[in-house]
């Protein structure tokens, strides 16, 4: 991908869907493109407890956000009543980036956004939980 994106300035992200160990709560984690997560931290973060958390199968992916493991974004946010929570890393509103690219709604393309435009996702009752992904 990197190749293809580089000319574009501003920062890049990566999606993550997420869900618990009983499979009766659901995140879509959205972090710069480079970050590795800590899924230990993350729960702790998120109050699950560490170990809990797990990456949403195909079906959850469908049902919840309405498209395929592997296309998740803040976009399929819309399509979701509230069941999952947006989890946004800090880095994308503390960075001073122009803008942020992501994924809409298919992995062959790539759209930017301002930062503060990120904030749409309030409209779709779902104000983002803002981590801190820094060193955990």
């Known amino acids: 991908m990197t190749p293809h994106i580089q000319h574009l300035k501003g920062t890049h992200s990566k999606n993550l869907f997420l869900k618990d160990k009983k499979k009766k709560r659901y995140w879509l984690v959205t972090v710069l493109h480079d970050r590795q997560v800590n899924l230990n931290y993350l729960a702790k973060k998120l109050g699950v407890g560490s170990r809990n958390l797990r990456f949403g199968d195909e079906v959850a992916t469908l049902e919840k956000l309405k498209v395929g493991q592997g296309w998740a974004t803040p976009l399929m946010l819309f399509c979701n009543s509230g069941e999952a929570k947006f989890v946004l890393d800090s880095a994308f509103l503390e960075g001073g980036h122009k803008k942020v ?36």
């Open 101 to 136: 690219f992501f994924h809409p709604m298919t992995n062959a393309a790539t759209m930017g956004l301002s930062p503060e435009d990120l904030t749409f996702v309030k409209k779709t009752r779902h104000d983002p939980v803002v981590i801190h992904f820094g060193k955990n």
